[in-house]
C-alpha cells in the first residue's frame, strides 16, 4: 500500500488545510504540497492542549502507558509506507529507516514500561512528627508532576526517532504533558504519515485528542508563536546552534520564561593516547572514518577532531583513516541546505591558515563524499573556527607536540555532546590527566569506541554543556530525559483523600 500526503496539519484531531502551501523538496521520487502553519493553528493546537492537560495529566501511570504502547503498534502497522515516504524524502537507505524506526517504536515501549514502574515519580516521605521541637512538623510527602504543554521541534537528520513522535514526543507523553509538534520542513510526508498512527491511537485509547497536534511549515514566524506561546510550558529542540539560540533567546525573553531543552551539536573530539596509537593506530584510523562517514557524517555524535601526538604513529593513523575514507562513495545528504552548509564549512577550514589537505573529493549539490584535513595543536589554539560542528563526513587531525598540548586542545573545547579517549593499560595515568578536563566538557566519556549510535536506555545521556545543549542537567535521550517535562511538588498536611494515587499509602 502506497502512502500519499494530503499536506494537512492535525490539530487535536482535525486536519486542517490552509490557503497558502510549500512544495517537499524530496531527494527521489514526486514532491507534494503541503499548507503552510500559522500562529493561529499553534494557538488553536496550545489551546487544545491545554485543555487535554486537565485530563491527561491526571491519568494513570498504567492509562498513559499503553497509550504509548498504542502509538508504537500504530506505527508499525505503517512501517512499510513509513520507509517508502521516509526513503523519498529524505535519501536515506531503507535499512536506516527500518533500524530508525524500531528505534522509535522502542523508545516509545520503554517509557512505557519506565513510568508503569513509578521509579522516576522520586516519592518522597517525612512523616508527621507532633513533638518535634522546636515546632511540630507536618507530614511531608512529595513526587514529580508533569508541568503542561511541550513543544518540540522536529529534526532534520531524524525523521523518526528526533521528530513527530520521537525521543522528546515519547518523554513528554509519558510525563503526562500534551505535546506540540512544529514539523521539519525536509520530511513532511513522514511527519504526517506518523502523525496518522498518533491519531488512531488517541482514538483507540480514548485520550483528549489536544494530546497531540502538528503544524508543518510556517517558517520563522510558526516557530517564534510557538515558543512564546502563554500555555505552552517547555521546549524540546534538535537543531542549529543559530536558530537554536534564536529560540532559547525567545523563551528566556518570555513574561514568564521556560526550560528551552536544545540538543545543538558538537565535534565530538577524540584524544588518541600515545600507546594505543602505537599499538593500533591503523585500525583506529580505519575505524574512525567508518564512524565519521557513517550516514553521510549527519549525526550529531559525528566525531570530526582527533587529537594526536605527532610522530610516526600520527603518520600511520593519519594514511589509514585517509584511505578508508577515499573508498568511501558519495552519499545524498538529507536537504539541499545541509550540502550547502557542508560545502561552505568544506570552504573556511581548507582556506584557513595552518590547515592542510590529507584527502579532496567532489561534493556536488546534494551528494557528499568525505574530506580530511590536519592541522597543529598551536594553530587549533589560535583559530577558535576550527572547533564549530561541520555537519558532514570531514575529518580534522589535530598533531600536538606531547600530553601537555593534548591536555591544552582539551581545555580549549567548547560543550560537546562526547569526548572520546583511545588508550592501552600503559596509557592509564595519561588519560586519568585528562579525564577530569573532558567531564566538564562533555555528557559522554566514550573509551575505546567511537560515539556514533546512541542507545536508548536508562543510563545514556545524551547532552553537555553549551554549546552541545543549552541545559547541561539535561539529557535528550535516554528515560532520565523524562525530567525535563517534570516539576517537584510537595504536599503538605493534605487529607488522604485528596492526595494523587501515587502518593497515596499502600493498602
Known sequence: MTFTPHGKHPIAGAWIATDD????????????????????????????????????????????????????????????EITAIGTSETGLPEARLQGVRGRTTGQLRLFAEHIRKGDYLDRRHDAALPDHEPLPRPDLRAMQRPIGPIAVFGASNFPLAFSTAGGDTAAALAAGCPVVVKGHGAHPGTGEIVAEAIHAAIQKCGVHRGVFSLVQGGYRQVGQALVQHPLIKAVGFTGSLTGGRALFDLCAQRPEPIPFFGELGSVNPMFLMPEAVAARGAAIGEGWAGSLAMGAGQFCTNPGIAIVIDGPEADTFTEAARAALAKTGAQVMLTDGIARAYRDGRDRVAASSGVQEVLSSTCDRRNATPYLYETDGKTWLANEALGEEMFGPLGLIVRVADLTGMEQVAASLKGQLTCTLHMDDGDTNAARRLLPVLERKAGRLVANGFPTGVEVCDAMVHGGPYPASTNFGATSVGTLSIRRFLRPVCYQGLPEAILPDDLKPAE
Do not use: M
Open 21 to 80: 502551501t510549500f512544495a517537499s523538496e524530496p531527494a527521489n521520487g514526486p514532491a507534494h504540497d503541503v499548507s503552510v502553519g500559522s500562529p493561529a493553528l499553534i494557538d488553536k493546537a496550545a489551546q487544545a492542549a491545554e485543555e487535554a492537560f486537565l485530563s491527561y495529566g491526571y491519568a494513570s501511570r498504567a492509562d498513559r502507558a499503553a497509550f504509548l504502547d498504542t502509538i508504537a503498534d500504530e506505527i508499525e502497522a505503517r512501517g512499510n
